[in-house]
């Protein structure tokens, strides 16, 4: 036992060095199948190293936008957890506890998957929102994209990214070849709680994304990720109408909406099921949003946080997220203009078969998510009240799986394969899905 033990804590403490350093990694990742698609950029899993320069680019933004009280304030009261409480309960549980007392997710995942996972899940619950949202603020998640770039050998992204900044709505524009019509868009709002997030935070998933996308067959994919207004700087309805002259604006390009896919996780996922039933709401009373627009040729979603309020939402063993600060973002998003629990805000709680009917896109809607999230009640519950509606609904379910793992995972795993399993199980969907005149490459 205490063999194993040291074993693992060596395993652990090693990846720092063996993954961590800039002469131990290929200026590629470490396999040498195609899934860059010749010209795209996939880095390798996130190090100890990385933390530690995430902390770095952290700090100065903590104490400018925050305070340098505050700061200090949240890191003395964050001690105690990361120096006594988090070693302990991780030592015990993952070598010392049988296998049938560890949770799902524990006994699937890596040290450094567990280690980060109970970091996330105690400032999830206890980090206020105001703090979090620097973590993934484009002042802190832009730097370490290019310090990761960099330490693989990229001086420059080899997939166009640029900004697109109007006075109703802003985002990140991606795109293999900006001087070509794409052949694929993906409209994509980011996770968050709506109170953290943004596009930048998301941009190295997202260029992965695209290289997948890239090696399957389509010549000229695109993404557009929405960069949508943060509670409490503003709450619904702000988002939604971003969402909505995002979605115009990636039809003006896309040309045709048979060849643009919404997505989003999270968060993010609540924002595209609101904007479907915006789009096909028939209630004139209602105060409705994009009503004429053309309905995307489908939707694939990662944990969508389905209902925005629920008793059903409760804490797992395994999930980071916290079910009693999810009420508190839902209502906070909900604001003083919307009840919580209405389907425009909270698409959960529609159970109007014909108007679900009108939302789906012409080719379905897939919803991949984890058995051990907080919002798989809600998911599973909304899941087959699509398939009774006789809507095109496919879903995937991660067994022990916990929140927006096919986006945590690109992050935390070591193995290629299980690092892609997310966003190639998407792009293998997408294919399948939508008609292109380019035959799909075996993923």
């Given at each position: 036992?205490?063999?194993?033990t ?8 090693g ?8 002469g ?12 860059d ?14 933390c530690?320069?995430f902390?770095i ?5 903590l ?15 964050a ?21 049938d ?10 040290p ?6 109970r ?28 310090f990761?770039?960099?330490r693989h ?40 709680g ?28 695109a ?6 207004t ?13 969402a909505?002259?995002g ?7 896309a ?9 989003g ?12 039933l ?8 209602a ?6 627009l ?8 990662i944990?969508?946080w389905?209902t ?22 839902g ?7 919307m ?11 529609c ?24 919002f ?8 087959a ?8 609904i496919e ?28 966003v190639k199980?998407l792009?293998m ?15």
């Amino acid at each position: 036992m205490l063999r194993t033990t040291f074993g693992g804590i060596r395993n652990l403490i090693g990846r720092l060095f063996v993954h961590g350093m800039p002469g131990q990694h290929r200026t590629r990742d470490d396999d040498d199948d195609d899934d860059d698609g010749g010209g795209g950029m996939i880095l390798g899993p996130v190090s100890y190293l990385d933390c530690i320069i995430f902390c770095i680019f952290l700090a100065p933004q903590l104490i400018w936008n925050v305070g340098l009280l505050p700061t200090i304030k949240c890191m003395l009261e964050a001690l105690p957890f990361v120096l006594i409480k988090i070693p302990i309960q991780f030592i015990y549980e993952r070598w010392l506890s049988s296998s049938d007392d560890k949770s799902p997710f524990v006994r699937k995942a890596s040290p450094f998957e567990d280690f980060v996972i109970r970091c996330v899940r105690y400032a999830f619950a206890n980090i206020p929102p105001k703090i979090g949202r620097v973590f993934f603020s484009k002042q802190v998640a832009l730097p370490f994209l290019k310090f990761r770039m960099l330490r693989h050998g990229y001086f420059r992204s080899p997939i166009h990214w640029r900004e697109h900044v109007t006075a109703n709505f802003r985002g990140i524009w991606v795109i293999k070849d900006p001087l070509a019509t794409p052949d694929f868009v993906l409209y994509y709002a980011h996770g968050g709680g709506f109170s953290m997030g943004s596009a930048y935070f998301y941009l190295e998933f997202l260029l992965s994304w695209a290289s997948v996308l890239s090696s399957s067959g389509f010549k000229n994919p695109a993404i557009f990720a929405l960069d949508y207004t943060l509670v409490p700087d503003a709450s619904y309805s702000t988002q939604i109408q971003e969402a909505t002259e995002g979605y115009r604006y990636v039809l003006k390009v896309a040309r045709d909406p048979a060849i643009v896919c919404v997505s989003g996780d999270s968060a993010g996922a609540t924002l595209i099921l609101s904007l479907l039933l915006h789009l096909s709401c028939k209630d004139a009373s209602a105060k409705r949003y994009g009503v004429g627009l053309p309905m995307p040729g489908l939707a694939v979603l990662i944990s969508p946080w389905t209902t925005l309020v629920s008793s059903r939402h409760t804490n797992t063993t395994s999930d980071y997220l916290n079910a009693e600060q999810l009420s508190t973002y839902g209502k906070q998003f909900a604001g003083n203009k919307m009840s919580w629990n209405d389907p425009l805000v909270s698409p959960g709680c529609c159970h109007d078969a014909a108007w679900w009917r009108r939302a789906s896109p012409s080719n379905g809607i897939f919803i991949i998510y984890g058995e051990e999230e907080v919002f798989s009640p809600e998911i599973h519950d909304l899941i087959a009240r699509l398939n009774e509606a006789g809507l095109r609904i496919e879903s995937e379910v991660e067994e022990g799986g916990i929140h927006a793992w096919p986006v945590a995972s690109l992050f935390l795993s070591t193995a290629r394969e299980k690092r892609l399993k997310g966003v190639k199980g998407l792009t293998m969907e997408i294919r399948k899905r939508l008609s292109t005149s380019n035959a799909a490459k075996p993923m």
